[in-house]
């Protein structure tokens, strides 16, 4: 049997770098292939994709990551959990039947396959789509049911690993998503009886992994990294005990071949936990990667379990663009060197996907918040830095922990970082302000004041932004056009979709969002303590990017924001029109909070801001006002013992912003695109009169759970998928409605997509949401046929009734 390799492991290394290119090269490559397939075909995604391994890999070279294996490699068209599923040809049975068979990714026919899996065809649904732990990256849920097939495909990564080193001389560490987070990941296929687990798939799946392994050997790999984040999450199908127990029994496994790669295990995204520290240790695996940015240094069982073995540092933060306290990440390095028995290297936390590239290019942002960030780029120097006073001492950094030292001095003592007045004001916030009128008094006043229909139809806010919108937006922000002109084209726009809203038969209608960017940095523009950049994308899901601002000082408003463009609409229809606006708790999850303020706090700071902006709403006559949370449930704490206090904050939030609204005032809120069911109590306690939710892509679960929950308010669950470009069937919507009006009670139903519509072309909008209506309108004349029968039977509902179908 071939001995293993035993390259000694690098001191410095990141677990994985941003991937969809400094200028989203691989968006623009893909969205033109999805556009046009004949004039950019699936080709050019692939060149593309080899373009920016082998740019990433002389970058992160170039940046100090010299050593062989230092640089991860990745690489792939899409996302790394379906990567990681083809890599085990995991094609869902519809997929197959409708001729799509297992293929490599890095092939013409794997881009193919890929594109289907993660937006449908034209009959066929995309794989789910949901968030990744507790960030805002989302990935495609597998479906691996007991009858899937399964067979090892190492084709594409060996490729990236042997054509990179081909390119640039470097070697690369290959990365594959842990075969126990990939089936913790994973749901049953959608046809698979009731009670079918992935985790049940673990045999088939190792031995598949041992095959993957022995191909990456063969092409002379010395390291392979597989990642085990559901370590540090609680809250999967088995207890604990079993969980770490078959940890234990798959890298046992895993390990056990001489003809392999050595094998280096993260978790990332917080803690382990020492008992999955001591399995690990239990077993042959030749590295960990301990995550010392939200975690803590190992225990002395386990240091001294896993014996001469390396641990990588994860002392660099891999999810915030501050930069790290050095002397913080000093002290903790120090503290694992003097415990552990064998050699300490540095690295990140997690991978960098979740960080912009480089700050470098922000020539635009305020020089001081500036100095204080670090993207990428910067955090491989901090890596470099770090390693290298590990080797030779700190006295060899010591001029970058002093300037680091006094960037830190220089952000406390900034006048934007804490404003009197701002904490003042949050100081006085009182339990009162957290609180609106019954629920029940509520309803009925907003009963009164709107008068609608059974089953109300709506958006979720945003609608196409063409070409023409960009281009104004552009034009505006480079000074080309004066600002009475930049109004005049977006009054055009919202003219425009008033009119189609109108048109289709909506029942409450939007102003369209033509004037905002994104829904978070719009706000981000608007408010003080922000700041915005240029360049800082960082990769959401599929081909999907956004830039997070950054929040780094104390929040307020400054003037009105949204009040002119809604009222605007509103003086076009005599229908209701939403005033939309983005909720505290997204507008921290989706920018880089500071961490030099409690959460807590600097949410209420946020929440005051809107609560103003919905009392001048008001005052403006607006009826109905959407505060969007859909990222509640995305920053809910992977440890249970934790989720307690983030909800109390995270729902207190949005009831100060939202307290203050009048009784005949509705409130909706969306969510979407994550697993609602374990906050049900806290999306119930948001005390919202409506929310609106994702449901298509998770199929009928969500409904079922909310009329099981016995969820009291208004709910209105997504009936058309908006991630994809697939327009859904009358027949599916109508199912949709009927299933979520027979199961919740059609009084308390809307009908709605999952989300806003921003991405979609309006030829696809208006056919689908042309369809959405029709559905609403047809079962409103099913349920008005029973209401019908069943008054044959019982007494005549009382005048004023809103008739629905009863609740099961």
């Known amino acids: 049997m071939t001995a293993r390799h035993t390259t000694p492991f690098p001191t410095a290394t990141v677990l994985g770098y941003p991937r ?351 100095a204080w960030v670090a993207f990428a780029d910067q955090k491989v120097g901090e890596v470099v830095e770090l390693a290298r006073g590990v080797e030779h001492g700190w006295d060899a950094v010591a001029e970058t922990l002093r300037h680091d030292a006094a960037l830190r001095e220089a952000r406390a003592n900034h006048p934007a970082t804490h404003r009197a007045e701002v904490r003042e004001r949050t100081a006085a916030v009182r339990d009162a302000d957290r ?68 048109e289709l038969g909506l029942d409450v209608l939007v102003h369209g969002e033509a004037e905002r960017n994104d829904m978070v940095q719009y706000f981000a523009e608007a408010l003080d303590g922000f700041a915005t950049t240029r360049h800082g994308w960082v990769q959401s899901y599929g081909s999907r990017c956004t830039r997070p601002s950054i929040l780094f000082g104390d929040v307020s408003r400054p003037a009105p924001i949204t009040v002119d463009w809604t009222s605007y609409a509103a003086s076009l229809t005599e229908r209701p029109v939403k005033g939309m606006l983005t909720g505290p708790v997204t507008i921290l999850a989706w920018s880089f909070v500071r961490d030099d303020a409690p959460a807590a706090e600097v949410a209420d700071q946020v929440a005051l801001a809107l609560r103003d902006e919905i009392t001048d709403l008001e005052a403006a006559g607006t009826a109905v006002i959407q505060v969007d949370e859909p990222a509640l449930r995305e920053l809910l704490p992977l440890r249970e013992a934790d989720r307690p206090a983030y909800l109390d904050w995270s729902v207190g939030s949005f009831r100060l912003a939202t307290g203050g609204a009048a009784t005949d005032t509705q409130i909706h809120t969306h969510l979407c695109y994550s697993e609602f069911e374990t906050v049900l109590d806290a999306i119930d306690g948001l005390d919202a009169d409506v929310t609106t939710l994702e449901a298509s892509r998770s199929g009928s679960g969500i409904v079922d759970g909310l009329a099981a929950a016995g969820f009291p308010r208004d709910v209105g669950p997504g009936v058309w998928d908006i991630h994809s470009p697939r327009v859904p069937t009358f027949d599916e919507v109508a199912q949709r409605v009927r299933h979520a009006a027979h199961v919740i009670g059609a009084e308390r139903v809307w009908v709605n997509p999952d989300c806003g519509l921003k991405t979609r072309g309006w030829t696809e909008t208006e056919a689908a949401l042309d369809r959405l209506v029709a559905a609403a309108v047809t079962v409103r004349g099913e349920l008005a046929r029973e209401g019908d029968d069943a008054a044959r039977a019982v007494p005549a509902a009382p005048a004023g009734a809103v008739v629905g179908a009863p609740k099961r």
């Open 20 to 370: 969809i290119g400094p200028d989203r090269e691989l968006k623009k490559a893909l969205e033109a292939y999805w556009g046009d397939p004949a004039q950019h075909p699936a080709q050019t995604v692939l060149d593309t994709l080899t373009a920016l391994r082998e740019r990433t890999t002389a970058r992160l070279t170039g940046l100090g990551l010299t050593a062989p294996a230092a640089v991860p490699s990745e690489g792939f068209a899409v996302d790394h959990v379906l990567d990681t599923a083809l890599a085990l040809g995991a094609v869902p049975a519809r997929f197959a039947a409708d001729g799509y068979r297992p293929a490599a990714p890095d092939t013409p026919r794997g881009i193919e396959l890929v594109t289907a899996l993660s937006r449908g065809t034209d009959h066929l649904e995309p794989l789910e789509l949901t968030k990744w732990f507790d960030t805002n990256y989302h990935y495609y849920v597998p479906e691996i049911g007991p009858d899937t097939p399964l067979g090892a495909r190492p084709e594409s990564i060996v490729q990236r690993f042997t054509a990179t080193l081909e390119a640039t001389g470097t070697v690369t560490r290959p990365v594959l998503v842990g075969p126990l987070s990939l089936l913790l990941l994973s749901r049953p296929e959608t046809t698979d009886e009731p009670g079918a687990r992935p985790l049940d798939r673990l045999d088939d799946v190792v031995a598949l992994y041992t095959t993957l392994l022995s191909a990456l050997a063969d092409a002379g790999v010395p390291w392979v990294q597989l990642d085990e984040p559901a370590l540090a999450a609680d809250g999967w199908q088995l207890p604990r005990a079993e969980l770490v127990a078959a940890l234990e029994t798959v890298y046992a496994r895993l390990s056990y071949p001489a003809h392999r790669p050595q094998i280096l295990v993260t978790v990332g995204y917080g803690d382990a936990g020492e008992d999955a520290q001591l399995a690990l240790a239990r077993t042959d695996v030749d590295a960990l990667a301990v995550d010392l940015d939200r975690g803590d240094v190992p225990g002395e069982a386990a240091l001294q379990a896993w014996g001469e073995r390396l641990l990588v540092a994860g002392v660099i933060g891999g999810r915030t663009v501050w930069r790290t306290d050095l002397a913080r990440a000093v002290e903790k390095l120090d503290l694992l060197r003097s415990r552990a028995l064998g050699p300490v290297a540095v690295g990140t936390a997690t991978p960098l996907l979740h960080v912009p590239h480089d700050v470098a290019r922000e020539t635009g942002l305020d020089p001081a918040v500036r």
């Open 435 to 502: 609180r609106r009128d019954t629920a029940e008094a509520r309803r009925a006043a907003q009963h009164e004041r709107l008068r609608l229909p059974v089953l109300p139809t709506t958006t979720i806010g945003s609608f196409p932004q063409t070409a023409e919108v960009r281009t104004a937006r552009a034009e505006h922000r480079a000074g080309r056009i004066t600002d009475a002109q930049y109004t005049a084209r977006i009054r055009e726009e919202i003219a425009r979709t008033v009119r189609a809203q109108e």
